[in-house]
T-cell receptor, first 113, second 110 residues
Framework: DGGITQSPKYLFRKEGQNVTLSCEQNLNHDAMYWYRQDPGQGLRLIYYSQIVNDFQKGDIAEGYSVSREKKESFPLTVTSAQKNPTAFYLC????????????FGQGTRLTVV | RKEVEQDPGPFNVPEGATVAFNCTYSNSASQSFFWYRQDCRKEPKLLMS???SGNEDGRFTAQLNRASQYISLLIRDSKLSDSATYLC???????????FGSGTRLLVRP
C-alpha cells in the first residue's frame, strides 16, 4: 500500500546525543515536510524540501538538520544543540502541483531522559 | 502576525448542535486550503479540501473568502465522535510550504 512511514514510533534520547528520525514515502511525492508538535499546541514547521538535494528552513530549524538524497526519504536529525527536543515529530509529503493534500506519517514521540 | 490563525477554543457544544470555525491567513498569494482533523496523540488526517465555490461533505461545509482572507468550517448535527482538534492548512505554491494553524479544539458533550 502507498503511504508514508515514520520510525521509530517512540524514541528516548540522553541529553547531549544526536538522534535521527526516519521518514519514508512511496507516494512519489516531490515535497516532504517535518513538523514539531508540543502538547496542546499546533504544528510548527522545522524543514521542508521540494526536490531531491534541496531543502529550506522552516520556522524552528535551529538544532535540527535534514538531508534529501532520495525522493523517498527525508530523515531528520535532532542535534544536541536543540535545547528542548521532547515533542511529537510529524513527517508529511505532498505533490508540489495542484490542489492536493499532504499525507502524514504516524509520528515519532521523542523524549529526552 | 502569524501566517495562519485560528481560535484555539475549546468549543464545548451539545450533541446535535451546529458549530462553525474560522481561520484567517495573511498571504494573499495562498492558493490551496484544507481542513484537517487531529485526534489526541495521532497524526492529522484530511477532513476536506476548500474550494473557491465552497464545498459540502455530509454534515461538513467549507467556505473560502479570498477578499477577507479566511476559510470556514461548519459542522451540523454534531456527534460525540466529532470531538477533536481541527486544523486549517494553507499552501502557497510559490514556496511549496504547507502552513498549519494552531488548531481549534471541539468538545461535543452528550
Amino acid at each position: 500500500d502507498g503511504g508514508i512511514t515514520q520510525s521509530p514510533k517512540y524514541l528516548f534520547r540522553k541529553e547531549g546525543q544526536n538522534v535521527t528520525l526516519s521518514c519514508e514515502q512511496n507516494l512519489n511525492h516531490d515535497a516532504m515536510y517535518w513538523y514539531r508538535q508540543d502538547p496542546g499546541q499546533g504544528l510548527r514547521l522545522i524543514y521542508y524540501s521540494q526536490i531531491v538535494n534541496d531543502f529550506q528552513k522552516g520556522d524552528i530549524a535551529e538544532g535540527y538538520s535534514v538531508s534529501r538524497e532520495k525522493k523517498e526519504s527525508f530523515p531528520l536529525t535532532v542535534t544536541s544543540a536543540q535545547k528542548n527536543p521532547t515533542a511529537f515529530y510529524l513527517c508529511a509529503s505532498s505533490p508540489v502541483q495542484g490542489n492536493t493534500e499532504a499525507f502524514f506519517g504516524q509520528g515519532t514521540r521523542l523524549t529526552v531522559v | 502576525r502569524k501566517e495562519v490563525e485560528q481560535d484555539p477554543g475549546p468549543f464545548n457544544v451539545p450533541e446535535g448542535a451546529t458549530v462553525a470555525f474560522n481561520c484567517t491567513y495573511s498571504n494573499s498569494a495562498s492558493q490551496s486550503f484544507f481542513w484537517y482533523r487531529q485526534d489526541c496523540r495521532k497524526e492529522p488526517k484530511l477532513l476536506m479540501s476548500v474550494y473557491s465555490s465552497g464545498n459540502e461533505d455530509g454534515r461538513f461545509t467549507a467556505q473560502l473568502n479570498r477578499a477577507s482572507q479566511y476559510i470556514s468550517l461548519l459542522i451540523r448535527d454534531s456527534k460525540l465522535s466529532d470531538s477533536a482538534t481541527y486544523l486549517c492548512v494553507v499552501n502557497t505554491f510559490s514556496s511549496y510550504k504547507l502552513i498549519f494553524g494552531s488548531g481549534t479544539r471541539l468538545l461535543v458533550r452528550p
